[in-house]
């Protein structure tokens, strides 16, 4: 069965379930139905043996004969007896009707207290005539199959129970022998119209088939609402992941889906926000490869070249010329490739960090400090911190190793465009709902027109410093301020006295 539901739907899973339940509940019913009748038949034949000992009992004391006689007196002196039951039958040990309570319901006189002479003779007079009325022919065969399939039946001498169903009717009978002197000398028959169990029984059907109605109606609704609203909702999407899995031009509708205003909802937005991050993702490794390949081709070409003329000039200047190219384009290889690999280390560093409120006052004061450490001694360097919050937390949310990985990109640009004994400033502070991070320097400032492009991968413009940058720094950071919702833009302070460096974040 388990490999049989991997293969169904969500929705073929539920009615298969719900199946093999209603069949356990259904099964459960007809076994309590069967139960219940039998049950219900016992609590009136055991009524049936009380009387039918009782009597014994009676016709014993009174040591009343097992005759027609005796038995009709009997009969009137205890009718009280069977006021409980709707026959009581005494048949000979031929199975012949010798007394029966029947006859006693004909006359209204049947229960009256007197005995005298003159009842009975009314009575014999008419007997043979009522008994002619009432032994009907249907009767005569139902006590005929009765008396038939106990003589035979493995249980004669204890008393033995039969019933006789149709469809407005349900006839109940006990019958059990009667012994004088280990001698069978008749029979006692206990007849009942037992039509309160026939109607139990139905009502406990009928009941058991209007639960089964209304459980198939909540069923069938229930599967329309989970189908409609749910599981074809999923199936939009599994086919949704297809298509970008298959590069299919195939049109989906998600963007319905993106509308709901449920978990189906959050999570379509989620999966299509997912997506596209991939497929960024995807072309900005696949454009960074292209890119990565394009910046190595040069440099393997002037080593090829380098290395082909090495071999055939005898001129020492010439082969130290030569060597002195091929050590350059080798180390601007090792850089392209060392910068990528720490590039493609960040990402996946990123991917696994988490965002939170920082406070970037003593950030940027630890990076500021370093670099003075560095660089005052080193060339003369100074850089200086502006932030005027008087003590207040300048807060974003971010994190804090790649705020210093941004600043010091920035300080290291700026520092290699200045000269000696120069100035560096960072300004901090808060400007309305933004917080605001700037980097000047006294550079010669930016010779691009569109100072954007100096964000591009591998861009650098610095003929007399070729080799030693791989044009990744920048790229790096406006990746980085991108990932915390900013923005950085480029300017110069003035026409050759210094470029500025602006980043917007969002305040937390």
Do not use: C, W
Request: hydrophobic residues 40%; without cysteine; proline residues 2%.
């Amino acid at each position: 069965m388990g490999s049989l539901l991997k293969n169904f739907s969500i929705l073929k899973k539920f009615l298969f379930i719900n199946l093999i339940i209603f069949i356990v509940i259904g099964i459960l019913t007809v076994l309590y139905l069967n139960f219940s009748k039998p049950n219900l038949i016992y609590k009136k034949t055991s009524n049936h043996i009380a009387v039918i000992n009782n009597t014994i009992d009676h016709i014993r004391r009174l040591k009343i004969n097992f005759n027609e006689d005796d038995l009709r007196k009997f009969l009137f002196s205890t009718g009280f007896l069977f006021q409980s039951l709707d026959r009581v039958i005494f048949l000979d040990s031929e199975f012949n009707i010798i007394a029966d309570t029947d006859t006693l319901d004909l006359d209204p006189r049947s229960f009256s207290q007197r005995t005298d002479q003159i009842q009975f003779e009314n009575l014999d007079n008419n007997i043979d005539e009522q008994i002619k009325n009432i032994n009907k022919k249907d009767d005569e065969k139902n006590i005929s199959n009765i008396t038939k399939e106990y003589s035979i039946s493995t249980e004669y001498g204890k008393p033995f129970t039969f019933t006789d169903e149709t469809y407005n009717k349900f006839i109940l009978s006990t019958l059990k022998n009667f012994m004088i002197n280990d001698e069978n000398v008749g029979y006692i028959l206990v007849v009942e119209r037992a039509n309160d169990i026939k109607t139990a029984i139905d009502e406990r059907k009928n009941f058991v088939i209007r639960t089964a109605l209304v459980v198939t109606l909540v069923i069938f609704v229930f599967s329309f609402v989970l189908n409609r609203y749910f599981l074809k909702p999923i199936r939009n999407l599994v086919d949704y992941t297809k298509i970008i899995k298959d590069k299919s031009e195939r049109k989906t509708n998600i963007q319905s889906l993106k509308k709901r205003d449920d978990e189906l909802g959050v999570l379509s937005n989620s999966l299509d926000d997912m997506t596209h991050e991939l497929q960024k993702r995807a072309d900005n490794a696949e454009n960074f490869s292209t890119d990565l390949v394009h910046e190595i081709r040069n440099p393997l070409a002037s080593l090829k070249s380098a290395s082909e003329i090495i071999s055939e000039t005898e001129d020492k200047n010439q082969r130290n010329k030569l060597v002195k190219i091929l050590s350059h384009d080798v180390e601007r290889i090792e850089r392209l490739i060392t910068d990528y690999s720490q590039m493609l280390k960040d990402e996946v560093a990123i991917t696994k960090e988490q965002m939170k409120k920082i406070d970037l006052t003593p950030i940027v004061t630890s990076v500021v400090d370093d670099f003075n450490g560095i660089y005052m001694s080193k060339r003369g360097i100074k850089i200086s911190l502006n932030s005027n919050q008087d003590g207040n937390k300048i807060e974003i949310m971010g994190i804090e190793n790649r705020i210093e990985q941004i600043l010091a990109n920035l300080l290291e640009n700026s520092i290699s465009f200045s000269g000696d004994n120069k100035m560096v400033t960072v300004k901090l502070y808060k400007k309305n709902k933004f917080v605001m991070l700037n980097v000047l320097d006294e550079g010669s400032g930016f010779k691009e027109n569109d100072t954007k492009k100096i964000f591009k991968r591998f861009y650098s413009n610095r003929p007399g410093k070729f080799g030693e940058h791989s044009g990744l720094g920048l790229n790096i950071v406006k990746n980085l301020i991108d990932l915390h919702g900013g923005t950085i833009s480029a300017s110069n302070i003035s026409k050759g006295k210094g470029a500025k460096i602006e980043i917007i974040f969002p305040s937390a």
